[in-house]
């Protein structure tokens, strides 16, 4: 009879706050004990040579999200959890979309029917509100947060989807009453549609001009009426996906006046630009997401932005769709006008190698700051911690092998999502996760799955901002 299940040894651990040499022991899923010289498992893990991190929490992606006619997502719960695992993640926050009409409940149905038993990882779901009732505001939004569904996302942008200042107002109303986080996709609409109008007038309907519609400036004064309509109603806000200088100097500056607005940042605003929607023929249309990537002083700034912790959580916005299919970036409508190509751009298997490498790699971040980032931050923001998030006695043993060294170019054919490209090809990276342990069991190491669809849905408790 052994005392452990398994002992990872040798390693060297990283926490968002310190680093160190010892010995990790699991038993029934959790951490039970981190010291030296420990022994007595039935499994031993050698870490020699490697970082021992908590396992990537990855709270901003789309999975199976319904996107519009004839138009499909490239990941369902088992590919995105698949690629989200070999890349280092042990839990993913995919977004319910509540469809015009329908009850909260009723997508929640409808997600966790896709997602129970399909996942890979351990798995929570944010709520996406769009038609926010009175009955879905004043009675489906308390229970769902009673029953661990404690943050959901507002979106200003996106026919269909775009909330009313007014409708925020309401939404976030509800939500301070109910402890649920806000997350708002700040873009001004009709901002967007007076450009992209004029655009087409004009006839340009290339890729690029997702880019040129959708500039600055509508992100910055959308970032600040939403802060603006927090502060009116007093209560906690995330802005997500931010992009550029001027929107995080709107949430710096709020928080200059005391208000709690967290922040959120992507990898694609830290390696790509506009210039990549340009690309020639079709191929911009690869890298059509919003908002869309800026320019050089706008990775400059969202660098800035992660040293200075304006940003609390850098996620990947993971929302994949295939180049080569009509049903994805090759609608025939989006051919016709950038209007019309699906939003959104594949990355939760790349997130963490591209920020270690550009951040932690070029001493632009600490490795503590890269773990708070990727993942400790996630828990604490979203009612996980210190179940998730960290290495500590009584944490679910979700850790991360990571090799420091290992060189790897970024490229489609060595990844596991559902779509047939990367925005990132050709990317060398240096640091690559290299075993994926999710509660206490391997689920792939060393290029291989050792387990299959074991994740677990997790209710959340109150989100940060509530405490
Ligand atoms: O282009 C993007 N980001 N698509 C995903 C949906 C969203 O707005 O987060
Ligand atoms: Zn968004
Ligand atoms: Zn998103």
């Given at each position: 009879m052994t005392a452990f299940d398994t002992i990872i040894t040798g390693g060297t651990i990283a926490t968002a706050a310190d680093t160190f040499q010892a010995d990790i022991a699991i038993q029934g899923g959790r951490i039970v004990a981190i010291g030296e010289g420990l022994s007595g498992a039935a499994h031993t893990i050698d870490a020699r040579d490697r970082l021992v991190l908590p396992g990537g929490i990855d709270s901003h992606v789309h999975i199976s999200q319904p996107s519009g006619p004839r138009v499909v997502m490239a990941d369902d719960f088992n590919s995105a959890t698949r690629a989200a695992a070999f890349g280092g993640n042990t839990t993913v926050m995919p977004f319910c979309l509540q469809q015009s009409g329908q009850s909260l409940r009723d997508a929640l149905t409808w997600y966790h029917g896709l997602a129970d038993g399909n996942c890979h990882v351990d798995v929570s779901f944010h709520l996406i509100v769009t038609d926010p009732t009175p009955q879905v505001l004043g009675q489906e939004l308390p229970a769902l947060a009673a029953e661990g569904y404690t943050s959901i996302k507002l979106f200003m942008t996106y026919p269909g989807l775009r909330l009313s200042d007014r409708a925020i107002l309401d939404s976030l109303a509800a939500a301070k009453a109910a402890g649920t986080l806000v997350l708002v996709h700040a873009e001004n609409d009709d901002a967007i549609e007076y450009l992209r109008d004029t655009a087409e007038t004009a006839g340009d309907v290339a890729p690029k001009f997702h880019a040129s519609t959708r500039p600055i400036p509508v992100e910055r004064e959308a970032t600040h009426r939403a802060i603006t309509l927090a502060e009116i109603v007093d209560v906690p806000i995330m802005i997500v996906h931010v992009s550029n200088r001027e929107a995080m100097e709107e949430i710096d500056r709020a928080r200059r006046r005391g208000r709690t607005v967290f922040g959120e940042t992507c990898p694609q605003y830290l390696v790509l630009t506009a210039d990549d929607l340009d690309r020639t023929g079709f191929d911009g249309a690869k890298y059509v997401c919003s908002p869309p990537p800026r320019d050089t002083d706008s990775q400059a700034a969202c660098w800035e932005g992660l040293e200075r912790n304006v940003f609390d959580v850098f996620s990947s916005d993971h929302c994949p769709f295939r180049y080569e299919d009509p049903e994805g970036k090759k609608h025939p409508d989006g051919l016709k006008t950038f209007r019309a190509i699906p939003n959104g751009i594949p990355g939760v298997e790349t997130r963490l190698p591209i920020l270690f490498s550009e951040g932690v790699n070029r001493g632009r971040i600490d490795l503590n700051r890269f773990v708070a980032l990727t993942s400790t931050n996630h828990a604490k923001t979203y009612g996980l911690y210190p179940r998730k998030g960290t290495i500590a006695v009584g944490s679910h043993a979700d850790i991360v092998l990571w090799d420091p060294q290992r060189v790897q170019t970024i490229r489609q054919e060595n990844l596991h999502h559902g779509?047939?490209?990367?925005?990132?090809?050709?990317i060398t990276v240096t640091g690559w996760p290299v075993l994926t342990m999710v509660r206490g069991q391997i689920v792939c190491a060393n290029e291989t799955m050792t387990a299959e669809r074991t994740g677990q849905y997790l209710r959340r408790g109150r989100p940060a901002g509530y405490a």
């Open positions: 779509a047939d490209y990367t925005p990132f090809e050709g």
